[in-house]
């Protein structure tokens, strides 16, 4: 099986910055993209940023310019660097990565357990 593992999550005043991990483990042959989603309280989950095997990026509207998404494919690990943090983005923060775990079969889809982030003075 494949896990999860995120941090990085916390109360930030606004202005501030965050950075979040998500480390895959388990029976891993190889990893397509991964991205970060958000969730706010009574609103839908949202993509927030991607980036394939390749290294090739995107970003919601909303997170453009202050938000970057980046990947270590030696420790399977995802990144989600937060600047100038606005309350709006007070949600939680669920990774997902696509993995094969047998060698020639899709990827399926693991998602992290979330975390928190609040942003508010």
């Known amino acids: 099986q494949v896990q999860l593992a995120e941090s990085g999550g916390g109360l930030v005043q606004p202005g501030g910055s965050l950075r979040l991990s998500c480390a895959a483990s388990?029976?891993?042959?190889?990893?397509?993209?991964m991205a970060w989603y958000r969730q706010a309280p009574g609103k839908e989950r949202e993509l927030v940023a991607a980036?394939?095997?390749?290294?090739?990026?995107n970003y919601a509207d909303s997170v453009k310019a202050r938000f970057t998404i980046s990947r270590d494919n030696a420790k399977n690990t995802v990144y989600l660097q937060m600047n100038s943090l606005k309350p709006e983005d007070t949600a939680v923060y669920f990774c997902?990565?696509?993995?094969?775990?047998?060698?020639?079969?899709?990827?399926?889809?693991?998602w992290g357990q979330g975390t928190q982030v609040t942003v508010s003075s």
């Open positions: 980036i394939t095997s390749g290294g090739s990026t």
């Open positions: 388990g029976s891993i042959v190889s990893i397509s993209a």
């Open positions: 997902n990565v696509g993995v094969s775990t047998h060698w020639g079969t899709a990827a399926k889809n693991y």
